[in-house]
Nanobody, 125 residues
Framework: QVQLVESGGGLVQAGGSLRVSCAASGRTFSAYAMGWFRQAPGKEREFVAAINWSGTSTFYADSVKGRFTISRDNAKNTVYLQMNGLKPEDTAVYYC??????????????????WGQGTQVTVSS
């Protein structure tokens, strides 16, 4: 069983930066691909970014490509999402997800086995 706890959300002005973190419990964290999703009010949850087990392969939604960076530290059982150039449309609850697959593509396909509780990111204009 893996438990995921997000942190680092908050309020930031447009153009600013924020880093959200996801701390995972469990000895098998380093074997799992991880990802970030977000859900804005009245919208469906959408994929943001994914990273494979070793951190050597990453994928991003077109809407965040070039602005967001996903990374992981397996020694700390933590995955990060660095968000730069934030826009008001990035406002959402950000969720961390994990899959028992080592491949980031599994995250994109929605094969997520574990979810965090979410952290609110609000970007003011």
């Amino acid at each position: 069983q893996v438990q995921l706890v997000e942190s680092g959300g908050g309020l930031v002005q447009a153009g600013g930066s924020l880093r959200v973190s996801c701390a995972a419990s469990g000895r098998t964290f380093s074997a799992y691909a991880m990802g970030w999703f977000r859900q804005a009010p009245g919208k469906e949850r959408e994929f943001v970014a994914a990273i494979n087990w070793s951190g050597t392969s990453t994928f991003y939604a077109d809407s965040v490509k070039g602005r967001f960076t996903i990374s992981r530290d397996n020694a700390k059982n933590t995955v990060y999402l660095q968000m730069n150039g934030l826009k008001p449309e990035d406002t959402a609850v950000y969720y961390c997800a994990a899959t028992r697959s080592s491949l980031a593509s599994a995250i994109i396909r929605g094969q997520n086995d574990y979810w965090g509780q979410g952290t609110q990111v609000t970007v003011s204009s």
